[in-house]
């Protein structure tokens, strides 16, 4: 079994429920930054002890939060002695709006795993772009490079779409199928 860690940040919960069905997806841990951009004292020796690594942050005005940020500089550390090349990893984001630049804040991820020399994974599943497609139908926002999800900015946690949650949990598996592979 392979040991994956969601490393994610959450402004408003939205993005912490999507996180914990990645992480349910691919039986991996999850690792929250928080409201300063801090790791908690664990997070640093779990993500070097992790096969693949799937980041997760709200998209504000373009691009992740500012604590993903501040938690992406520290990587620099790691960085510097090449501690997470070869390591697998993936993406997701969340925003108010169905586009929201959400594919901004994803290729920010994309860019940080490469400065890593990590090996990316895409969402791998094909869009609902149907006439028949719902709001609860997988991959209904239509990533490919990695998941996307909405959440109106007047709905709750708990009334985001059941399609996004099911399409996190499919990610979340795709990603430990992927690490599981290479042994």
Known sequence: MADIVVVFHSGY??????AQAVADGAEAHLL?????GNLPAHGWELLAAADAIIM????????????F??????SSKVWFVQGWKDKL?????????????????LTYLWHLAMQH????VSLG????????ATRDSINYVGGYNGLLTTSPTDASPAEMARGDFDTARAFGER?????RSRG
């Open 117 to 120: 020399g990590g090996l990316w």
């Open 56 to 67: 997760g942050s709200p998209t504000y005005m373009g691009g992740p939060s500012w604590q």
């Open 13 to 18: 919960g939205h993005t912490q429920r999507i």
């Open 89 to 105: 990893f993936a993406g997701f984001s969340n925003s108010a709006a169905m586009n929201g630049d959400k594919d901004a804040t």
């Open 125 to 132: 599943l094909m869009p609902s772009n149907n006439k028949a």
């Open 175 to 179: 990603v430990a199928e992927v690490a």
């Open 32 to 36: 929250a930054i928080d409201a300063d």
């Open 69 to 74: 940020k501040k938690f992406a500089d520290a």
